[in-house]
């Protein structure tokens, strides 16, 4: 920490001012009158006293020590973190829709509900989903809504199955947003080829399982080839299939979850199509569901009449009833409406085609000098071993942190939990050959380092603006604020 900036504390001065405000012009009680006694301050709060050029360097500064995918190659397995056009922005920000206020009258919003309703079609007939609803704040909150449709469904036809099976290889989103239904969970292990044993699917298959949990392509990058048998197994013990859309960067305009056999899908507006990604928010995570799901969605749903007018419809008895204010992050829909206008049906398709070529690209270039345990090809993201490595002494963790030393952020690591010493990488498509060329010459020259000087690669990073922090220290003991007397 001793090479960061002074902090804006440390340059505090006695009455040194940024802003004075204007006198009051209004009668007023003492603040006392209003605040209970218990809840006075008994002294005044230790605030820094600064310029107004003190408190901009010091953000400026600030944000220059982020990463982002605006500044560097992001390659984080499983999390899509593609570049962000800044149309998108614009479209977002544009006066008719920053002024909105969601209680207006529907007549007073046809502007916004039509966008709605016109990308409710575009990811319906993107993912294979006849019907979608866009409330859903996140992936996970997705899961959440299709695991509360799951239980209306099976209630509806007068059934309480208490069993979720999920893959060895699955997001860990999975088993909890299932357990918070009060689902019992399962796993179906994989088999040699990184995909789901179907004859170990059957055999935990019973009258008292609900649904699996999917994700296709899976968590190490492969397409699960054997998807309409599995989905008839399912069907035919009577449970549904959810897939986990995360991955459908690697589909896009090739292949469709409903068409596989899919009764709900979740997707995120924030990994897929181009919308913000991270620092807690927001996200959007829709779901698409299949036709005997259809009055079980979220309300209200938005629909369109004959004269092309549209409206809020609250009227579905069966409906497991909101899931969100409003109708979402209004806010992200209107990125991903633009994202997908932006590049239409022939782009949508080659997006899915690059962000596989990439991935291939650099899995290629990279399996001469790590394990890739599972498949000769991958879709859109591969999982690299560090098992030969560890021999060596040297981690997963530490190949990660030396990374940053080249300018690039981590892989995911330690995930799939299937795979020892495991680091997943997504290239996306928004990376030049370029990029990938750099980040995989950093990969290589970790790995021969590693060879030759392991000890070299236990202390990083040593050039980013804060070293290599204690983790497990960080995690139980955050410093969340400056001092003591704050």
């Known amino acids: 920490m001793d090479n960061i ?28 009158h209003f605040i209970p006694q218990k809840m006075q301050r008994k002294q005044k709060p230790n605030s820094p006293e600064v310029s107004e050029i003190d408190i901009v360097r010091h953000f400026t500064r600030l944000s220059q020590m982020n990463y982002c995918v605006d500044t560097n190659f992001y390659p984080l397995g499983s999390c899509t973190m593609k570049y962000n056009p800044k149309i998108n922005e614009d479209s977002a920000n544009l006066e008719g829709f920053t002024r909105l206020h969601p209680y207006q009258p529907t007549e007073q919003c046809q502007g916004i509900l039509k966008l709605l309703y016109d990308l409710e079609q575009m990811l319906a007939d993107i993912s294979g989903m006849p019907y979608i609803t866009l409330q859903p704040a996140a992936g996970a909150h997705g899961e959440l809504a299709g695991m509360l449709i ?20 699955a997001h860990g989103t999975n088993p909890a947003s299932a357990a918070l239904c009060g689902y019992y969970i399962e796993s179906v292990q994989s088999n040699p080829d990184g995909l789901i044993d179907t004859k170990k699917l059957k055999s935990l298959l019973s009258n008292d399982t609900a649904a699996l949990m999917i994700t296709n392509p899976n968590t190490l990058g492969l397409f699960e080839k054997d998807i309409l048998e599995t989905c008839k197994i399912v069907h035919d013990a009577g449970a549904l299939v959810y897939c986990d859309g995360a991955n459908m960067n690697a589909l896009l305009g090739i292949a469709r979850p409903g068409d596989m056999g899919v009764d709900i899908l979740h997707l995120n507006l924030h990994k897929t199509f181009s919308t913000p990604h991270g620092g807690g928010g927001p996200g959007a995570g829709p779901i698409g569901v299949s036709k005997a799901l259809e009055t079980f969605l ?36 209107i990125r991903a409406y633009t994202y997908l206008l932006l590049l239409g049906k022939n782009g949508i398709i080659k997006a899915g085609e690059n962000a596989v070529l990439n991935a291939n690209y650099l899995r290629n270039k990279l399996s001469k ?25 040297v981690s997963a963790l530490d190949i990660a942190k030396k990374l940053l030393d080249y300018g690039f952020h981590a892989p995911t690591i330690y995930f799939p939990l299937i795979v020892e010493e495991a680091l997943m990488v997504e290239p996306t498509e928004t990376e030049s050959r370029e990029t990938l060329d750099a980040f995989a010459d950093a990969m290589i020259e970790i790995a021969n380092t590693i060879v030759n000087t392991p000890e070299a690669v236990h202390n990083a990073p040593q ?20 001092g003591n007397n704050c």
């Open 369 to 393: 000098y790590y394990e890739i345990p599972y498949g000769k090809t991958c879709m859109h993201e591969f999982v690299i071993s560090a098992k030969k490595q560890r021999e060596k002494g």
């Open 150 to 169: 799951i239980q209306a469904y099976m209630k509806g036809r007068g059934e309480t199955r208490s069993k979720i099976i999920v893959p060895d290889s």
């Open 463 to 482: 050039y980013t603006k804060i070293g290599r922090p204690d983790e497990v220290t960080a995690a139980r003991k955050p410093k969340l604020k400056w």
């Open 5 to 32: 900036e002074p902090l804006i504390f440390e340059k505090s001065a006695p009455n040194r001012r940024c802003f004075i405000p204007p006198v009051c012009d209004v009668s007023e009680k003492p603040i006392t």
């Open 298 to 333: 979220p309300t209200p749903r938005i629909e369109k009449s004959t004269d092309n007018s549209y409206t809020l419809n609250y009227d579905y008895p069966s409906s497991i009833g909101k899931v969100r204010a409003f109708y979402g992050h209004v806010g992200i829909m």
